[in-house]
């Protein structure tokens, strides 16, 4: 055992070493914060145009079905005078609805045009490609313009540097460390960040097309027309994105909980359908009340839970600070 009387030797640091190290890993990563955010204002406004895509697209879906409730009613009301009107037209409506075209300048009289087939309904109707001719997402005041491109290049800046940030965070981290524990590190870092950005993408390109669509909803329940801001849409969008990477975390706090004794394998496994209801109250508070975004989320970590468990089944662990050095 005395050839390994010195085994943490190289771990041991004095407080003046930890300051040394933590102020190489704060210049580290203030570097790597400021190339990230010149590299952020360079791509900026096309960043802007990558972001507020969700909201358009929200935006374009909330007047065609604004449209085709107009145009029903006026129907409606059509019939009620007895008018002419195809068979057909809820299915031509349905139709045109799905291809992105609204009613526009809807129902001039048929007399001043001398229309009298049974099509006449349709022939008055101008149809227009919402997307041709989309409502714009507005900004208000001077120097909005000016403060949403910094943002944007903020955003995208911490976004490119995050994970170098990260990096040199857990390298601080490391250097306290123990050679073997250190090993855990480098695997969990890589894991942790592709965990992270797995749940802020499924949020940007799955559950957000389905949030807009609930909160768009009330528009048409109030009879509102929507006028987004385009510097409340940067501040909103960070919101769900983070939450979906933060709680996509769980199988390395699982990992986390069961190497420090606070739960065990078997916890894990007899108490799952708590794990679940747990889950699902997470899922109601980190996103909005519509049950699509909440299911996004939901079953996602239903299934990295079951891989945490896995993962604490699986991963090698080391009974003691020695590791196989002790039955040297």
């Known amino acids: 055992m005395a050839e390994h009387d010195d085994l943490f030797e190289k771990s041991k640091m004095t407080f003046g070493q930890h300051l040394e190290e933590l102020r190489g890993a704060l210049i580290k990563s203030l570097l790597a914060i400021a190339i990230g955010f010149g590299i952020g204002m360079y791509f900026a406004t096309d ?5 507020k895509q969700p909201l358009q697209t929200a935006i374009d879906n909330y007047m065609l079905k604004d449209a085709e409730g107009r145009y029903k009613r006026e129907i409606e009301i059509r019939k009620d005078r007895g008018e002419t009107i195809p068979k057909n037209i809820d299915e031509i409506i349905a139709e045109r609805i799905e291809r992105g075209l609204a009613p526009r300048e809807v129902f001039m009289e048929p007399k001043q045009l001398n229309i009298e087939s049974d099509e006449e309904l349709l022939s008055i109707t101008v149809w227009e490609r919402v997307a041709d ?5 507005i900004g208000t005041g001077v120097t909005q313009g000016f403060s949403v491109w910094m943002k944007a290049g903020m955003v995208l800046g911490l976004l490119i540097a995050s994970p170098f ?12 460390l123990y050679p073997h524990e250190r090993h855990y590190v480098y695997i969990f870092l890589p894991f ?13 390109f799955g559950a957000l097309y389905y949030v807009l ?8 329940a109030l009879d509102i027309a929507p006028y987004p801001v385009i510097n409340d849409w940067m501040s909103f969008i960070l ?12 199988p390395l706090v699982m990992l986390f909980l069961e190497r420090i004794g606070v739960f065990s394998v078997d916890i894990y496994l007899k108490q799952w359908r708590m794990a679940v209801v747990v889950i699902l109250i997470i899922s109601v508070v980190l996103t909005p009340a ?14 990295l839970y079951f ?16 590791g196989s050095l002790v039955e040297s």
């Open 192 to 204: 942790s960040l592709v965990l992270f950005f797995a749940g802020a993408a499924l949020a940007f």
């Open 307 to 322: 891989g945490g468990i896995m993962l604490c089944h699986y991963m090698p662990r080391r009974k003691t600070p020695f």
């Open 213 to 220: 669509d609930f909160l768009f909803w009330f528009y048409h």
């Open 47 to 51: 960043f802007v145009k990558f972001i």
């Open 165 to 176: 940030v990260i990096y040199f965070v857990w390298a601080f981290v490391a250097a306290g």
């Open 239 to 250: 919101i769900l994105p983070l939450g979906f990477g933060i709680s996509f975390q769980l």
């Open 290 to 303: 519509d049950p699509q975004s909440m299911v996004l989320m939901a079953v996602p970590l239903v299934f």
């Open 133 to 137: 001719d989309p409502q714009q997402i």
